[in-house]
C-alpha cells in the first residue's frame, strides 16, 4: 500500500510569506505527527495529532506555527509571515494509534530566501 | 528533559568491517528507544526498538542494538556492513514513555568504503 506522501518536495518562499505544507498518511493511521529537521540536526517533535485534535502541540516553536485535520486524515502545516530560520524538511508520520510505530514521509524541504 | 546524544557525526567503515554506533540517552525511568535510518530522498525507517525484557533486540537489515541501564546506552551493531548500509542513522527516545514524541539524535552519517 501507499505510504506517508508529502506535497510539495519542495517549497521555496521569500521572508515574510505563508505557506501550507500537506500531509497524505497511511490509510487508516489515526495518529498523526509533524516534525522539523534542520540541517545536520535530527528530527525535532512539534505537533502531534489522534484523530482530528491535536493531543500534543508543544513542539510548535511560536504562534506563527499551526497545523490542522479536520477530517482526521490530511493535514495541514501552516506557517505565517515566514522566517529565514523556518528553513528545514519538515517531516510528517503516522501511526495505527499514537502507541505505536511512526512511518514516515519523505518530507518537504522548506527553504525562505 | 529527554535528550539523546549521538557522539559520532561521521564514521567510516569498510565493506564487510563490523559497526557500532554509540548513542546515549538522558531519561529518569526505563524509556522506549529506537534506531532509524534515513537514506538520501527517502524518509525515516525504524530499524528496531527496545521497550522492555531482553536488552538485546534485532532489527531488520541484519541490525541489533544492546540497552544497557548502566552506561544510558543504546549502541547499535552490525557484524559485516554492506555498501547499501551508507545512510544516515538516528537514534531516538520515546518521551515520558510513549511513542507519541520522539526526541532525536543528531545522527551519524555513515559511509561505507568499498
Known amino acids: 500500500g501507499a505510504g506517508v506522501s508529502q506535497t510539495p518536495s519542495n517549497k521555496v518562499t521569500e521572508k515574510g510569506k505563508y505557506v501550507e505544507l500537506r500531509c497524505d498518511p497511511i490509510?487508516?493511521?489515526?495518529?498523526l505527527y509533524w516534525y522539523r529537521q534542520s540541517l545536520g540536526q535530527g528530527p525535532e517533535f512539534l505537533i502531534y495529532?489522534?484523530?482530528?485534535?491535536?493531543?500534543?502541540d508543544s513542539g510548535l516553536p511560536n504562534d506563527r506555527f499551526f497545523a490542522v485535520r479536520p477530517e482526521g486524515s490530511v493535514s495541514t502545516l501552516k506557517i505565517q509571515r515566514t522566517e529565514r530560520g523556518d528553513s528545514a524538511v519538515y517531516l510528517c508520520a503516522s501511526s495505527l494509534q499514537g502507541h505505536n510505530e511512526q512511518f514516515f514521509g519523505p518530507g518537504t524541504r522548506l527553504t525562505v530566501l | 528533559a529527554q535528550s539523546v546524544t549521538q557522539p559520532d557525526i561521521h564514521i567510516t567503515v569498510s565493506e564487510g568491517a563490523s559497526l557500532e554506533l554509540r548513542c546515549n540517552y538522558s531519561?529518569?525511568?526505563?524509556?522506549?528507544l529506537f534506531w532509524y535510518v534515513q537514506s538520501p530522498g527517502q524518509g525515516l525507517q525504524l530499524l528496531l526498538k527496545?521497550?522492555?525484557?531482553?536488552?538485546l533486540v534485532q532489527g531488520i537489515k541484519g541490525f541489533e542494538a544492546e540497552f544497557k541501564r548502566s552506561q544510558s546506552s543504546f549502541n547499535l551493531r552490525k557484524p559485516s556492513v554492506h555498501w547499501s548500509d551508507a545512510a544516515e542513522y538516528f537514534c531516538?527516545?520515546?518521551?515520558?514513555?510513549?511513542?507519541?514524541?520522539?526526541?532525536f539524535g543528531a545522527g551519524t552519517i555513515l559511509r561505507v568504503k568499498s
Open positions: 531516538a527516545v520515546g518521551v515520558s514513555g510513549l511513542w507519541n514524541k520522539l526526541v
Open positions: 495529532f489522534q484523530g482530528t485534535g491535536a493531543a500534543d
Open positions: 527496545y521497550f522492555s525484557g531482553d536488552t
Open positions: 531519561y529518569g525511568a526505563t524509556p522506549y
Open positions: 490509510s487508516g493511521h489515526t495518529a
